[in-house]
């Protein structure tokens, strides 16, 4: 995923509610794109309370900081990421030679 990867988890006590991860490289390869958005995941019963909207905002800012402009983001999923400002780019094969949908969001 690169030297400088992060796994995000966001967590109430000692339960894990949502991860993702913000990584230089995800499961499109061999891409030019970088810097992406992963493994984004939130647990059945924590769904509906834009969680992962949290950890978005923590990777933008680490993405900021990085001086970093888009983050790109491969899914299957259709409409969920829009309302988090991901754009749809266009459609990549992953590294197991299926279809992604791949995501852009530009950092402001």
């Not at 006590?13 to 499961?27: K, M, N, P, V, Y």
């Not at 493994?39 to 001086?67: D, M, W």
């Amino acid at each position: 995923m690169g030297a400088h990867s992060e796994v995000l988890l966001l967590t109430e006590g000692e339960r894990l509610i949502s991860h993702c991860t913000f990584a230089e490289r995800d499961d499109i390869q061999p891409t030019d794109l970088t810097s992406w958005v992963g493994f984004v995941y939130t647990f059945p019963q924590y769904r509906g309370n834009r969680y992962a909207g949290l950890l978005f905002e923590e990777v933008e800012r680490l993405a900021k900081g990085q001086g970093i402009p888009a983050v790109y983001l491969s899914t299957n999923h259709t409409g969920l990421y829009e309302k988090y400002g991901f754009t749809f780019l266009t459609q990549m094969l992953d590294m197991d030679g299926e279809p992604s949908r791949i995501y852009k969001k530009v950092l402001r």
